[in-house]
């Protein structure tokens, strides 16, 4: 097998997942909403990063939620005639073996207080039994999880939970206590288990009747991520209880990873439309940009840099990593402001553009503007895939017919949605209300994240400059071939690349902070987006170079598994 490829040499099939599979477009994009729980209050009890002697006395109320909502849950399953069936929730928040017993014991006091609670109080009239602050926890859990789709009534609940609560055992799942989950010899009654452990629940094993999902980790590279995600597979009759919680920037990770997956489902349905070969495939997957994510960090040696070979066409790049010196934002402000001027100058002004949002685009724009534009930007060298340099060479190198004109988009929004105390800008010699977004927490003096996802564009921003009737089309031809997905308001971006005509640059006018700030009288951060629509010819691909500083920055905690000792 030596020199062999690592595809298949004559075919290639993608099997598609079928309606009732419990998978990561579901949890991350479909039904997010109703899937995914934040958490953000773990960092005074639980860092992400943190020693293997570390004391754990509490637990953080958004874990003592996810508790109470697996009682619900199973409770909700046996008035619903789940009798005997597995259920089980997963704690993953530390590699190291002397946490995860701690977070057992901790978890193992909480449900004790919850079985106690039920058994003294759960049969009594509701409005007797809330008074149990355990109770009454246990009721908000229901009211904000299940009222609107359970389909039977709190009172009901409350009757079941000392059933449900009292079978709950909790173990650890590592070196240390292995064979804790034999589910096989509790087919007849069904195992209930919440089951605490790191490495061992990352790495090929199945959670039968998984609801509930506590996640803690801080790896971002996408093998690990998904071996990490146990909460994937089939659940019929209970798929609507099914709940994850993780911090915000994990699920951006998820996120991305799910919409990577299925860009290259799609380009693997192209392949096979025009016979294409297994190794053409495997071409497009080595060039695709997430290439610069998914390469292994031990393939980065100290001082070594790794070229890689990138194409851009169909795919959405935007700056979501920013340089946070003043120099940089007043560089690339004035950069935002020369493209302006450029285009009003040249028969382009911005302020006489079509509407969108509280925006403002102009069509057809050639390209020097937008090379312009992106030669005055600067980049953060953590934002590896809009490098400057490869982005150029690959407009360049389409500049004469593909990327010969441009659509512009200065983002805003509009009164509408602004906050009580929006930025308004004018710099760019017409009024926009600026897009707001928050800080990302791994922000630091240097380094700007845009929100904790590192997200600039809201979703259906790719939609922009689409003409209508293609746009309908991509959404139609998208929605005939996803039996599960209803006709909806946004959809994904990356379906509108085949049918652009003209690349969209979008610059956008941030205010850095939270919803409520004030920000009046502040400074926009700037950034861009750009859209590339789909390449009829053969692409011609754009060399990266990433190196260590850009490992630091993508990496910035060093989060790999130990399988000796304390680890696990």
Not at 106 to 111: D, G, K, L, M, N
Not at 299 to 317: C, D, E, Q, W
Not at 491 to 516: E, T
């Amino acid at each position: 097998m030596l020199g062999h490829d690592l595809f298949p040499r004559d075919f290639i099939v993608s099997l598609d997942p079928p309606d009732n599979y419990f998978g990561a477009t579901k949890v991350f994009s479909d039904d997010s909403e109703r899937i995914l729980r934040h958490v953000d209050d773990h960092a005074d009890v639980l860092p992400l990063k943190h020693p293997i002697d570390h004391p754990v006395t509490e637990l953080p109320e958004t874990l003592k939620t996810a508790i109470r909502v697996f009682v619900v849950a199973r409770a909700i399953r046996l008035a619903r005639g789940h009798i005997g069936r597995h259920n089980s929730m997963l704690v993953n928040v530390s590699r190291f073996v002397r946490v995860q017993g701690q977070i057992r014991n901790e978890i193992h006091a909480q449900v004790r207080r919850i079985r106690s609670s039920a058994r003294v109080n759960g049969a009594r009239p509701p409005a007797q039994a809330t008074r149990d602050p355990e109770i009454a926890a246990l009721r908000e859990a229901f009211k904000e999880h299940y009222a609107d789709s359970a389909g039977v009534s709190w009172a009901d609940i409350q009757s079941l939970l000392h059933e449900s609560a009292s079978a709950v055992n909790v173990v650890e799942v590592n070196s240390r206590a292995a064979g804790s989950l034999n589910y096989a010899a509790h087919e007849s009654s069904g195992l209930n288990v919440i089951a605490v452990g790191g490495f061992s629940l990352s790495r090929g094993l199945t959670l039968e009747g998984l609801v509930v999902s506590y996640f803690l980790r801080n790896s971002m590279m996408y093998d690990t991520l998904l071996q990490m995600g146990r909460w994937f597979g089939y659940r019929r009759g209970y798929e609507d209880l099914c709940r994850v919680w993780m911090p915000e920037e994990a699920q951006g990770w998820y996120e991305h990873i799910a919409e990577s997956i299925e860009e290259l489902r799609d380009e693997l349905a192209r392949m096979q439309s025009v016979n294409a070969t297994p190794k053409d495939f495997g071409l497009r997957v080595r060039s695709h940009p997430d290439t610069l994510v998914v390469t292994a960090r031990n393939k980065m040696g100290t001082g070594r840099s790794l070229r890689v070979l990138i194409g851009l066409a169909n795919h959405f790049v935007e700056t979501a990593i920013l340089r946070r010196d003043q120099s940089s934002l007043q560089a690339n402000r004035q950069a935002a402001v020369i493209l302006a001027e450029q285009l009003r100058r040249s028969g382009f002004p911005p302020e006489q553009g079509e509407q969108v949002g509280g925006g403002r685009l102009v069509r057809r724009v050639p390209v020097q503007f937008v090379d312009a534009f992106l030669n005055a930007f600067r980049n953060h060298v953590g934002s590896a895939i809009t490098e400057t340099g490869p982005v150029r060479e690959y407009i360049r190198q389409r500049q004469g017919d593909e990327l010969r004109e441009w659509d512009i988009l200065f983002a805003g929004v509009t009164p509408k949605q602004a906050p009580a105390k929006p930025l308004v800008d004018s710099s760019l010699g017409f009024r926009l209300i600026c897009q707001r977004r928050a800080k990302g927490l791994r922000s630091d003096d240097e380094t700007l994240l845009i929100t904790n996802k590192q997200r600039v564009s809201s979703r259906g921003i790719a939609r922009i400059g689409v003409d209508d009737e293609d746009a309908r089309k991509a959404e139609d031809e998208y929605d005939a071939n996803n039996s599960t997905a209803t006709k909806r308001a946004n959809y994904p971006d990356r379906i509108y690349g085949p049918v652009r005509k003209r690349a969209l640059l979008v610059v956008h006018l941030i205010a850095i902070g939270a919803a409520h700030d004030d920000l009046r009288g502040h400074e926009p951060v700037v950034a861009w987006s750009i859209s590339f629509p789909a390449t009829s010819r053969q692409e011609e691909r754009v060399e990266y170079v990433v190196n260590t500083t850009w490992e630091r920055e993508h990496y910035p905690e060093d989060d790999d598994e130990d399988d000796a000792g304390d680890g696990e």
